[in-house]
């Protein structure tokens, strides 16, 4: 199994572009969650999604969107990325009242 | 504001020493806690735990929730160099509704194991 499975794994962005993280989960999971982990701050929440079709924000949504066409993906985008967003990105699932996986994060700097 | 609290922030022990981690929290309608093990990428899961008093043991690693004090502890005894991660506290706290599985995270505890 490969459980959760994030793309790319590294990403140098200019401030001002744009990209799109990719959440892949091969377990059924309702849940999905994006998170971003930053020195001294824990895991923070983005964004989250209950079921396909389906986002809402968490604790620090602004900068992103996100995207859940399909059960199995959930996409993160930054519109104008901004040095601020230079951290360490993690996508979970889980099922309702089960424990969220994590996949093994994408390292993102902006400059 | 819902919060959780990990102590101590960092820790140095020997191989075969044992490690207590302490992981306090304040939120509203608390669902469950859970554990996790950081190494050098995704952070795997421990334990979940929902009952008061109730020991989850996996090998050499056990903790236990006393959700009248709010905090649970991690245990791990005859530690290895393996062990050295960041240890993670994160609670699900609800707000009504249907439950969300979302989760408020400590700073967590960096654990190194000298051999």
């Known amino acids: 199994n490969a459980g959760v499975t994030q793309t790319p794994k590294f990403r140098v962005l200019k401030t001002g572009q744009s990209m799109t993280l990719l959440c892949a989960q091969d377990m059924n999971h309702e849940y999905m969650y994006w998170y971003r982990q930053d020195p001294g701050m824990g895991l923070r929440l983005i964004h989250y999604s209950v079921g396909e079709g389906t986002t809402a924000k968490g604790e620090v949504p602004d900068g992103y969107n996100v995207s859940r066409l399909k059960k199995q993906n959930f996409l993160l985008g930054l519109e104008s990325a901004a040095p601020s967003q230079t951290s360490v990105y993690f996508c979970?699932?889980?099922?309702?009242?089960?424990?969220?996986?994590f996949g093994d994060g994408t390292r993102l700097s902006i400059l | 504001e819902d919060k959780v609290v990990q102590s101590p922030l960092s820790l140095v022990v020997h191989e075969g020493d044992t490690v207590t981690l302490n992981c306090s929290y304040e939120?509203?309608?608390?669902?469950?806690l859970l554990w996790y093990k950081q190494e050098k990428k995704a952070p795997t899961f421990l334990f979940m735990l929902t009952s008061s008093g109730i020991e989850k043991k996996s090998g050499r690693l056990s903790s236990i929730l006393d959700k009248k004090e709010l905090f649970s502890i991690l245990n791990i005894t005859a530690t290895q160099t393996g062990d050295s991660a960041i240890y993670l506290c994160?609670?699900?706290?609800?707000?009504?509704?249907?439950?969300?599985?979302?989760?408020?995270f400590g700073t967590g505890t960096l654990l190194a194991v000298q051999p």
């Open positions: 994160a609670v699900e706290a609800g707000r009504g509704g249907g439950a969300t599985n979302k989760l408020i």
């Open positions: 979970a699932s889980s099922y309702s009242g089960g424990p969220q996986h």
């Open positions: 939120v509203t309608n608390f669902r469950s």
